[in-house]
């Protein structure tokens, strides 16, 4: 199985910030990665896919890149909406799988 | 208006048995192939099982196989997702979904296994 690390597990921040998470696979995912949102008692947010490809209606502020093994997502002018655990996920292969998630928190 | 709507879960026992259904309204769930996810109290989200839109293949996480299967109703609107043999470690919010794109996901049902 592929298995996804995140970094940081948290990170910390302040409004307008720029912030980074880093996802790493342990094997040649290709560009085969999303991104998720999720706020406490919500459902998971789908931000983007393939590796920078933007689901509808997600701010232009966030964005992602890599390839294969190493991938970013980057959150520019962090807005309060903002703060939230952020997951990355495979679906290079089955079973797909997440990395651990980043808390994001003032 | 484009929905997932989860039923069933609750408490079992360990070694019992829960059937989660999941019924898509506004789109054709089973084209995108339907995904279930699970969260375990405070923590982070793991994939659980994928049904293909033709309904001949079904993929699952090791935790599950054997224990769980995805399968779809007579009608083309519904996924269930049929767990057996449930551990303690099954105690999740559990979410059906279409995951990447289009997102669309259920509201999340508790399976407490205690």
């Known amino acids: 199985d592929i298995q996804m690390t995140q970094s940081p597990s948290t990170l910390s921040a302040s409004v307008g910030d720029t912030v980074t998470i880093t996802c790493r696979a342990s094997?040649?995912?290709?560009?085969?990665l999303a991104w998720y949102q999720q706020k406490p008692g919500h459902v998971p947010r789908l931000l983007i896919y393939?590796?920078?490809t933007f689901e509808p209606g997600v701010p232009s502020r966030f964005s992602g890149r890599g390839s294969e093994t190493e991938f970013t997502l980057t959150i520019s002018s962090l807005q309060p909406n903002d703060f939230a655990t952020y997951y990355c996920?495979?679906?290079?292969?089955?079973?797909?799988?997440f990395g651990q998630g980043t808390r994001v928190e003032i | 208006q484009v929905q997932l709507v989860q039923a069933g879960g609750g408490v079992v026992q360990p070694g019992g048995g829960q059937r989660l259904s999941c019924v898509a309204s506004?789109?054709?769930?089973?084209?995108?192939?339907p995904h279930w996810v699970r969260q375990a109290p405070g923590k982070g989200l793991e994939w659980v099982a994928f049904?293909?839109?033709?309904?001949?293949?079904?993929f699952y996480a090791d935790s599950v196989k054997g224990r769980f299967t995805i399968s779809r109703g007579t009608s083309s609107d519904t996924v269930y997702l049929n767990m057996n043999n449930l551990r303690t470690d099954d105690t999740a919010v559990y979410f059906c979904?279409?995951?990447?794109?289009?997102?669309?996901w259920g509201q999340g049902t508790t399976v407490a296994v205690s």
């Open positions: 979904a279409t995951l990447i794109s289009p997102d669309v």
């Open positions: 506004g789109f054709n769930f089973l084209t995108y192939g």
């Open positions: 393939q590796t920078s």
């Open positions: 049904l293909s839109s033709d309904g001949t293949t079904e």
């Open positions: 996920q495979q679906y290079q292969d089955y079973p797909w799988t």
């Open positions: 094997q040649n995912i290709n560009r085969w």
